[in-house]
């Protein structure tokens, strides 16, 4: 904790702004954060006590030593999750990480959504419990029907049954009850005896926060994504689920009232675009992949098109890594 330097990456509360008012105070490093005195950091920061706190609570959390039950540890399984994808499986090295919090990004119609359809029916297929939250009314019981029925492994009619029961699809048309829900599934309430949740998909975000887009203040909004960041983690690390968040690639409209500066600020991808909701969100996900539609976007013999899928961000991949998927009536292969 004493070495690591504070950035605006260790939490989304901790801005560039921010930083560099604690820069100018001499605290510089998690440690010097978190041992001074609530009070002086609220002078300093001008962030309301709550945040501090929560701020606080979060960097001892995430860096200071914890005693654990070893018998407990071994319980998590961190052997990654498979997503029935070989090429994505590829990319992730083995899978999707337990504890790990992932977001698809990606422009409208490239294949967000059925992406995670596919991921969610071959997790389902290793007897593993999914939680999908629906916030489009995307999600279709059929097409996961057709991914199973078409996958490598011809299911009976009672394996797919079993399969597709373990695919618990939840419709949410609120952030604060999204935040609810995933609060709920990070204490356990959802947990059933005979299966252990492995997987949480939210598609998607967008949609929920541009509710606020008229709204005369930022606060609400920004609230709500603080305890929806908060509530995931806890999630993804006390109850060892990998979490795949949907998001949209957007890019900054041109003759938009600074938007030259708003965007020089940003972590653009290469081909320009950023992530939805915000400078304040970018930090949430460990983990963010691209859909991109190659250059040459064209459908094959068999009626299905590709999709480039590249790392954008990672804490432990190499950003820029890529592969080629496609999408067909069966899923993504």
Same mark, same amino acid.
């Given at each position: 904790m004493a070495a690591t330097q504070?950035?605006?990456?260790?939490?989304?509360?901790?801005?560039?702004?921010v930083i560099k008012k604690l820069q100018k105070n001499r605290l510089t490093t998690v440690y010097s954060f978190v041992k001074v005195e609530a009070e002086q950091l609220i002078r300093i920061t001008s962030l309301p006590a709550e945040s501090i706190v929560l701020v606080k609570n979060q960097l001892i959390e995430r860096f200071a030593g914890q005693c654990r039950n070893a018998q407990a540890?071994?319980?998590? /399984?961190?052997?990654?999750?498979?997503?029935?994808?070989?090429?994505i499986d590829a990319l992730l090295q083995g899978g999707l990480i337990p504890g790990h919090i992932y977001e698809c990004c990606g422009e409208s119609g490239t294949g967000k959504t059925l992406l995670c359809m596919t991921i969610s029916a071959n997790v389902a297929q290793q007897r593993?419990?999914?939680?999908?939250?629906?916030?489009?009314?995307?999600?279709?019981?059929?097409? %996961?029907?057709?991914?199973?029925d078409k996958g490598q492994r011809k299911l009976s009619e009672q394996e797919l049954g079993h399969t597709m029961a373990r695919i618990k699809v939840e419709r949410i048309f609120s952030p604060e009850l999204l935040v609810q829900v995933v609060e709920e599934l990070?204490?356990?309430?959802?947990?059933?005896? /005979?299966?252990?949740?492995?997987?949480?998909?939210? /598609?998607?975000?967008?949609?929920? &926060?541009?509710?606020?887009?008229?709204?005369?203040?930022? %606060?609400?909004?920004?609230?709500?994504?603080?305890?929806? %960041?908060?509530?995931?983690?806890?999630?993804?690390?006390?109850?060892?689920?990998?979490?795949?968040l949907v998001?949209?690639?957007?890019?900054?409209v041109d003759g938009m009232a600074g938007s030259s500066t708003i965007e020089g600020k940003r972590k653009v991808c290469p081909n320009g675009n950023y992530p939805a909701l915000g400078r304040y969100w970018e930090s949430a996900p460990g983990t963010r992949l691209l859909l991109e539609r190659p250059d040459d976007e064209n459908g094959d013999q068999l009626g299905s098109i590709t999709?480039?899928?590249?790392? &954008?961000?990672?804490?432990?991949?190499?950003?820029?890594?890529?592969?080629?998927?496609?999408?067909? /009536?069966?899923?993504?292969?």
């Open positions: 504070l950035t605006a990456d260790l939490h989304p509360l901790l801005t560039e702004y540890h071994t319980g998590h /399984d961190n052997v990654p999750l498979g997503t029935g994808i070989g090429s593993s419990l999914v939680y999908y939250i629906d916030t489009k009314c995307d999600f279709s019981g059929r097409k %996961i029907q057709q991914i199973l990070a204490t356990g309430k959802h947990r059933e005896e /005979d299966t252990h949740l492995k997987l949480l998909v939210i /598609d998607s975000l967008p949609s929920l &926060w541009y509710l606020f887009q008229d709204s005369s203040s930022s %606060i609400e909004p920004l609230g709500l994504l603080t305890k929806l %960041i908060c509530s995931l983690r806890n999630l993804a690390t006390q109850q060892n689920v990998a979490v795949v998001n949209l690639a957007v890019r900054m999709r480039l899928v590249q790392v &954008w961000k990672s804490n432990y991949l190499r950003t820029g890594e890529r592969t080629i998927v496609r999408m067909t /009536d069966a899923g993504v292969r």
